[in-house]
């Protein structure tokens, strides 16, 4: 049985100047495949509304089904740590309110840590919550709600691996020391770019992961598996940049599926037929 990865391993990887493998997953059997891949962290994202439910807008997600989605990412994973992300409303409604939200990951979900959108926002919430002995997987940088406080068009800043502007490099280094100090475990920075990010990752001790935007500059990588895989309905016809394309090949099977039926022929996996 492989080794259970804990805080200490990611910090001794950080250390080491070992990489961090993280995914996004938001169901069991999803989770169950990363585990076995042996990611380091498996994140339950409150992207699951737009991306698996078809929300327009992430925002719509609340923390009841966060909690159930966690649940599931939970049940399959036995060797990552499992991080679950604050929905729209509980960081916002204060500190209270965000405590209230993280006890309920941790006993309602057994998750190992929470994961704060806009975490500088919110120091005491964070602090209050590491207090709490619940570990902190806070997320800051550039992102559509803090990009008009940095005073850069959020659109304008590539999805690529580009550089987001260096002017902002000491204001974000002063942002993740103000992270790690108010007790975060681990930060996920956005559109970090290398000069900046790698700034941000030789500042603070802790790791340092990131999604878009982030590189082999930082102490790791965060990425949705369906992403990875190429698991979306878009894939079928505009085939991504993945490392697979589920979604192609799931459509032969069920167009193979669908024919077998119409044809009175029994399905693959079906009892036999009787000559």
Same mark, same amino acid.
């Given at each position: ?16 100047? !070992?990489?961090?493998?993280? =995914?996004? $997953? ?7 495949? #990363?585990? %076995?891949? +042996? @990611? ?31 649940q599931a990412v ?15 409303g509980p960081l ?38 590491? !207090?709490?002995?619940?570990? =902190?997987? $806070? ?7 803090? #990009?008009? %406080?940095? +005073? @850069? ?54 790791p340092v992961v ?51 039926? %119409? ?13």
């Open positions: 049985m492989p080794e259970k990865i804990t805080l200490r391993t990611l910090q001794g990887m950080k250390n080491d100047g !070992r990489k961090i493998v993280g =995914v996004v $997953a938001w169901d069991y059997q999803i989770a169950r495949i #990363a585990d %076995r891949a +042996g @990611v380091d962290i498996v994140s339950v994202g409150d992207t699951v509304g737009v991306n698996l439910w078809g929300h327009a807008n992430p925002l719509e997600v609340t923390m009841d089904q966060m909690i159930v989605v966690a939970r049940r399959g994973v036995s060797r990552a740590l499992v991080s679950a992300d604050f929905p729209f916002q409604e204060g500190t209270d309110s965000a405590l209230r939200a993280a006890i309920r990951f941790v006993k309602e979900a057994g998750v190992d840590m929470v994961k704060l959108d806009a975490a500088p926002d919110f120091l005491d919430s964070v602090t209050a919550i590491t !207090r709490a002995g619940i570990p =902190v997987f $806070a997320q800051f940088g550039i992102t559509p709600q803090t #990009a008009l %406080r940095y +005073g @850069v068009e959020y659109h304008a800043i590539p999805s690529s691996d580009d550089q987001v502007p260096v002017t902002m490099r000491d204001a974000l280094v002063a942002e993740a020391k103000r992270l790690e100090e108010a007790g975060a475990v681990l930060l996920n920075f956005t559109n970090s770019g290398p000069v900046v990010g790698r700034a941000v990752a030789e500042a603070v001790s802790i990131g999604g878009f935007g982030g590189g082999p500059w930082l102490d790791g990588r965060m990425r949705m598996a369906h992403a990875a895989i190429g698991y979306a309905a878009s894939a079928v016809d505009d085939p991504p940049d993945t490392y697979a394309n589920v979604a192609r090949t799931a459509l032969g099977a069920i167009t193979a599926y669908a024919e077998d039926v %119409r044809a009175a022929r029994q399905v693959a996996g079906g009892i036999p037929v009787p000559p």
